[in-house]
């Protein structure tokens, strides 16, 4: 009878298992590959996770697709929201002419942006402080200050969301 008892107990054991990590461990970070398009023409690339949505719009010109990173995530209390924009290649070929990242239902608590250059090993070189600016909502690069470079751009902002 034990056997029986075991085998009659693991489907609900399993089923009460998966209600609760159900419950508790809802969709909290998303990355999704885009490509990043030369030309000149300004484009737009969104991504969400609840009603939270960093856009990320940029022109850029010189050499061919590139394929890039999005991903957002939502803190496990609900109170932050983070998007970073990123080539996993490392440095970017392409010449940006202007670049916005802009969330959707934050405000902007964290941004920096990052260029690589061979001069530093390939590794990330943040951009200057003056070559972007950071709004409520949306960090951008500053006409005639942004050095066109760009590999990764982080934003973390404060969702505004209340625990009951």
Not at 15 to 32: G, H, Y
Not at 40 to 47: M, Q
Not at 82 to 97: A, I
Request: proline share 4%.
């Amino acid at each position: 009878m034990l056997p029986f008892v075991k085998m009659s107990l693991l489907p609900l054991c399993t089923l009460l298992s998966l209600c609760v990590l159900a419950k508790t461990s809802p969709e909290r970070t998303k990355t999704v590959e885009f490509n990043v398009k030369p030309g000149g023409v300004v484009h737009s690339f969104s991504e969400g996770i609840n009603e939270y949505e960093c856009t990320f719009t940029y022109a850029s010109q010189g050499g061919t697709n590139e394929q890039w990173l999005m991903s957002v995530g939502l803190s496990e209390d609900g109170r932050l929201f983070s998007c970073s924009v990123w080539r996993p290649q490392g440095k970017s070929y392409l010449f940006f002419t202007q670049f916005k990242a802009e969330l959707k239902g934050a405000k902007v608590e964290y941004a920096n942006a990052f260029s690589q250059t061979a001069a530093a090993g390939q590794r990330d070189v943040p951009l200057k402080p003056e070559e972007f600016t950071v709004g409520e909502s949306t960090v951008t690069q500053k006409d005639g200050k942004f050095s066109a470079q760009l590999s990764k751009l982080t934003v973390i902002g404060r969702t505004g969301h209340n625990e009951l």
